[in-house]
């Protein structure tokens, strides 16, 4: 994606303090939330649309960089293998208001702008979350 159509993206979006990304396998739901959760870069997961993902039961929190789990605090669950493979079809496949984005690539943006004292690389590829551990 070039830059000026990153800025545009970047211009139109509403960034909330915590943002919802679209359900995949079993009514999982991709979170970022801003609430300076510290240097460890990651992302929850949870069970069922609008549920905050400390309200869910499944709390999983994936790291951005390796195919693993960031466990801590009450975040202590794992993806089940058709999960972890849903996952991976998900976040490669086009993001559905920007479709020139894939969901991995909205949720690294996403990411940035909430933290960006603690960035990820715009071009970050996606580890293989088929792996996860």
């Given amino acids: 994606m070039s830059k000026k159509n990153l800025d545009e ?10 943002a919802q990304f679209r359900s995949f396998a079993d009514n999982l739901v991709i979170w970022i939330i801003g609430r300076g959760e510290g240097s460890i870069q990651y992302f929850h997961i949870a069970k069922g649309i609008g549920i905050e993902p400390q309200q869910s039961e499944l709390k999983i929190c994936i790291q951005f ?40 690539e909205r949720i690294v943006i996403t990411w940035n702008d909430t933290y960006p004292d603690n960035p990820l690389s715009n071009n970050l590829e996606m580890p293989d979350y088929t792996h996860l551990r």
Avoid: C
Avoid at 10 to 18: I, S, T
Avoid at 65 to 89: C, M, P, W
């Fill in 65 to 104: 960089l390796t195919a693993d789990y960031f466990h801590h605090g009450i975040n202590k669950d794992v993806l089940n293998s058709n999960q972890r493979k849903k996952l991976v079809e998900f976040l490669g496949s086009p993001e559905k208001h920007i479709p020139q984005l894939t969901v991995w």
């Fill in 9 to 18: 993206y970047l211009n139109e979006e509403l960034l909330m303090e915590m």
